[in-house]
Structure formats: structure tokens, C-alpha cells
């Protein structure tokens, strides 16, 4: 019975370790790529509020169709 509890507790302790490892997205640049064409279609940016909300803001469109353009 200890040593399962051990064991547990140990395998426990290596998965949250490897959730904290993981990067962090603050800062960072993804594209975004269109499913059918496997084209890029946009670049987003990620922001992480001091309240641990993350965000995602488009900040460049890499290919724009006509008929997605502002006229005015």
C-alpha cells in the first residue's frame, strides 16, 4: 500500500512539473493557415493579462481577397 501511494505521488509530481515546463504563449507571433489551400492567412499575437487571461489579437493579414476589402 505505501509503495503505491509513493508511486502515485511521485507521477503526481511529474506531471505538474511538465505543465509548468510548458512555454509560455505571452509575446508570441502564430499564422494562422487556411485548412483547404494550407496557405498562411494571417499573423496573431498573444498577450497574457497579470490575471493570467490570455488573448489573441490579429496583427497583420497576409492574403486578402478583393471582396474582403473595406471600401470606404
Not at 12 to 29: E, F, N, V, W
Request: charge should be positive.
Amino acid at each position: 500500500m505505501m509503495i503505491k501511494t509513493t508511486l502515485s505521488v511521485i507521477g503526481l509530481s511529474l506531471i505538474s512539473t511538465l505543465a509548468l515546463a510548458a512555454d509560455p504563449l505571452h509575446g508570441t507571433k502564430w499564422k494562422t493557415i487556411d485548412d483547404k489551400t494550407k496557405k498562411p492567412l494571417s499573423v496573431v499575437q498573444f498577450t497574457e493579462t497579470s490575471k493570467g487571461v490570455l488573448s489573441a489579437k490579429i496583427v497583420d493579414v497576409l492574403e486578402a481577397s478583393e471582396q474582403a476589402k473595406c471600401s470606404k
